[in-house]
């Protein structure tokens, strides 16, 4: 079957560094996805992955290990409104060409 | 551009009542998916519109669900004598896919249905 790990919640102060960790066991892998959605809001896409190695977009990083099933995002200089809740998503050729197999999601809580 | 819309925003039913929420992709968008979520949960997939192929509906959680799309855009969810469990966040995302799939998906803001 198809299954995503990811922590349930993270808290971090303003101004710290956050990691989200990721482990998939899925068939078809393609890449991953991270998506961010603020409370009652839609997720919004932050980043991909489709070959090994660290994607840079601002303050936000994103690594794929393709061999270790295993990705995360790297949320750098928190600030009070990254407090939102952060999905990895698999993106799967088989089954389904084009699919996005969603994480449960990582609430990420940043405090003064 | 116009984003992803939704409506309703929200819709109150009695259990037992059926429902339709509609989606509206972005134009020019080719594939078309619906989720749902609950309270704190994540996004659970239902089925996926992709071009002119057959649906896959393998997320739909039972036959009292069922979506089509018409003339390759809007799209609209039913759910056929609706259950307190069926109380969610339904949302609709789209995405451009042009000889390879997508891995941005654009995102409506979601109808919230209450089923009393």
């Known amino acids: 079957g198809q299954s995503l790990e990811q922590p349930s919640e993270v808290t971090a102060v303003e101004g710290a560094i956050v990691q989200i960790n990721c482990t998939y066991q899925t068939s078809g892998f393609y890449g991953l996805s991270w998506y961010q959605q603020h409370d009652g809001g839609a997720p919004t896409f932050l980043s991909y992955?489709?070959?090994?190695g660290l994607e840079e977009t601002g303050r936000f990083s994103s690594f794929l290990s393709r061999s270790d099933s295993y990705g995360y995002l790297l949320l750098q200089e928190l600030q009070m409104k990254d407090s939102a809740s952060y999905f990895c998503?698999?993106?799967?050729?088989?089954?389904?060409?084009?699919?996005?197999?969603f994480g449960a999601g990582t609430q990420v809580v940043v405090t003064p | 551009g116009a984003g992803v819309s939704q409506s309703p925003s929200n819709k109150v039913t009695e259990k037992g009542k059926d429902v339709e929420l509609r989606c509206d992709p972005i134009s020019g968008h080719t594939a078309l998916y619906w989720y749902r979520q609950s309270l704190g949960q994540g996004l659970e997939f239902l089925i996926y519109f992709q071009g002119n192929s057959a649906p896959d509906k393998s997320g739909l959680p039972s036959d009292r669900f069922s979506a089509e799309r018409t003339g390759g855009s809007v799209s609209t969810l039913t759910i056929q004598r609706t259950q307190q469990e069926d109380s969610a966040v339904y949302l609709c995302?789209?995405?451009?896919?042009?000889?390879?799939?997508?891995?941005?998906?654009?995102f409506g803001p979601g109808t919230r249905l209450t089923v009393t």
């Open positions: 992955n489709a070959l090994d």
């Open positions: 995302a789209s995405s451009l896919t042009q000889g390879g799939p997508s891995y941005e998906q654009y």
């Open positions: 998503a698999v993106l799967m050729t088989t089954d389904s060409w084009g699919k996005l197999q």
